[in-house]
């Protein structure tokens, strides 16, 4: 090395240090942001797991508190992470039923929940999930729910008291509640 080379290389040396030094620190403030907002959803998600607790001994789920059918959607942009949990074990997803409105004033799509009653009010016996799915994706094409998106609407529908279920050997079926005609 000559004399003038070796402080150009410390002075290097030195702005590399001084980089990979702040770098470290700006990773060590997400990390503390991030952790901080694990903690946030943890205490969420502890509070969940004991208003579950709370309403596990019902016998009626009359009782338990539901979500309102006309509740605003939320874009999932605006939503935190602990929000979007919480909207997830009160039972309902975007997937499982609302639909977001367009900036342009478009209207609703129809709840899922809605759409395989429909399904079923169409059917005398009784139908599978799967079946269910199946003439969902045939008649809205628009919609792709997961087949466990569409058992769970069922079985919400289920508590509700909105359909019935019945046990086949190992199928579950579902059929719609007969209404009487005071309804």
């Known amino acids: 090395m000559t004399s003038q080379s070796a402080?150009?290389?410390?002075?290097?040396l030195v702005e590399q240090a001084a980089s990979d030094l702040e770098e470290n620190h700006r990773r060590q403030q997400e990390l503390t942001e991030r952790i901080m907002v694990l903690k946030q959803e943890e205490a969420l998600l502890t509070d969940i797991l004991k208003l579950a607790e709370r309403?596990?001994?019902?016998?009626?789920?009359?009782?338990?508190?539901?979500?309102?059918?006309?509740?605003?959607?939320?874009?999932?942009?605006?939503?935190a992470p602990a929000?979007?949990?919480?909207?997830?074990?009160?039972?309902?997803?975007?997937?499982?039923?609302?639909?977001?409105?367009?900036?342009?004033?478009?209207?609703?799509?129809?709840?899922?929940?809605?759409?395989?009653?429909?399904?079923?009010?169409?059917?005398?016996g009784p139908r599978l999930a799967k079946e269910l799915r199946d003439e969902?994706?045939?008649?809205?094409p628009d919609?792709?729910?997961?087949?466990?998106?569409?058992?769970?609407?069922?079985?919400?529908l289920v508590a509700k008291g909105r359909i019935q279920r019945h046990k086949q050997q190992r199928s579950v079926m579902y059929t719609l509640v007969e209404q009487d005609a005071t309804d």
């Open 136 to 140: 969902l994706l045939e008649k809205h």
């Open 55 to 79: 309403y596990e001994g019902f016998a009626d789920p009359s009782r338990l508190p539901e979500q309102l059918q006309n509740e605003p959607a939320v874009g999932k942009a605006k939503r």
């Open 143 to 156: 919609r792709n729910p997961t087949p466990q998106v569409v058992r769970n609407t069922l079985e919400s």
């Open 83 to 124: 929000a979007a949990a919480a909207r997830r074990s009160a039972g309902t997803s975007r997937g499982a039923g609302e639909a977001a409105v367009g900036a342009k004033g478009k209207s609703r799509q129809p709840l899922l929940g809605d759409m395989l009653m429909a399904l079923l009010g169409k059917h005398d």
């Open 7 to 12: 402080p150009t290389f410390r002075s290097r």
